[in-house]
């Protein structure tokens, strides 16, 4: 159903040799083509901080890292461009949407799935942006597992039926995370996993050392300038 790269076939034959384009891939946010592969980031679908903030502060280390690269769902882990993954941040649909509205079914489909297998909270806002999200796919969604654990994936399931019906993720008040000391002004959590810049909303936060995520790169006790 989500097809992230398009790559191209060999564009002509002269008679003598072979030409072949440069491979093509497209940013899934945008529906940007681009060539070179160094303008595309990985972005986590559901980020590090905003997954932290929906529970995953009180998981083991082992627990953290295994999100962090998780490989068993395809769209965990993302192409996008670097540019739509700054503009995402850490933000949830409730504040940011991708430009391309025709890949809005895909998200949150992915975003559902992805926080249902982990049980990770969602707002109220989280949930009726998401639901706003879903009134955009081609066919009816249903979640159809009534019970949620990290090891049982709730499946979507196509009808008829023209309504979506929310999954078994209740919108519950969100837990108060750790903060790591290093950022006084910002609540972000210790490492594991290691975040950087892209994964959080704010610029020109005040860093004190050790700095555990390396965000204040010159140590002049400003991180994430914008």
Known sequence: MRAHFANT????VDGRRR???????????????????????????????????S???EWSTSQKRDYANDLTYADHLIAVTAS??????????????????SYWCDYAVDWVVIKGTWTLTVTQAEWDALVSMLSTCPYSVQFADSSVTPTATPTPVFTSTP??????????????????PSYPDVCLPSPPPDLNCSDIP????????PDPHRLDGNKDGVGCKS
């Open 202 to 209: 704010h610029k020109n936060i005040k860093v004190l050392q």
């Open 84 to 101: 739509a993954n700054r503009s995402k941040g850490s933000r949830g649909p409730e504040e940011w949407k991708p430009p391309l509205e």
């Open 163 to 180: 309504t979506p019906m929310p999954p078994a993720i209740s919108p519950t008040p969100t837990p108060t995370p750790d903060c790591d």
């Open 55 to 57: 529970g995953a502060w």
């Open 9 to 12: 076939s060999p564009s002509s």
């Open 19 to 53: 030409r072949w384009r440069p491979a093509r891939r497209t940013g899934v946010y945008t529906g940007t083509v681009v060539i070179d592969p160094s303008s595309l980031d990985v972005d986590h679908m559901v980020p590090l901080a905003n997954a932290h903030a």
